[in-house]
Nanobody, 119 residues
């Protein structure tokens, strides 16, 4: 059974940083490109960043997070990361990870992790 377990969210002040983690199980993690998504209140889920398999050579970011967020993966521990720097209130959302099938999410969504940026 596929599981995606996100963690690392929390309340942070504008300008602060957080590092999110996503532990995957039930599929061959290293064989899949992976992605982080986020969903803000009242908005559709949006793609934040993608990283290719197996070694993350190809990485892409949404324009809104370029130069602030860094996506990374550790295949040995089936974990996807998102380092988020220079956070601003517009980054407030529930963050989710997923594997990619082409350009679409492959699996059912996990519970996500809440990120709130507020002073």
């Amino acid at each position: 059974q596929v599981q995606l377990v996100e963690s690392g969210g929390g309340l942070v002040q504008p300008g602060g940083s957080l590092r999110l983690s996503c532990v995957a199980s039930g599929f061959t993690f290293k064989s899949y490109s992976m992605a982080w998504y986020r969903q803000a209140p009242g908005k559709a889920r949006e793609l934040v960043a993608t990283i290719s398999s197996p070694n993350g050579i190809n990485i892409r970011y949404a324009d809104s997070v370029k130069a602030r967020f860094i996506i990374d993966r550790a295949n040995a521990v089936n974990t996807l990361y998102l380092q988020m720097n220079s956070l601003n209130p517009e980054d407030t959302a529930v963050y989710y990870c997923n594997a990619l099938r082409g350009s679409a999410p492959q699996w059912s969504w996990g519970q996500g992790t809440q990120v709130t940026v507020s002073s």
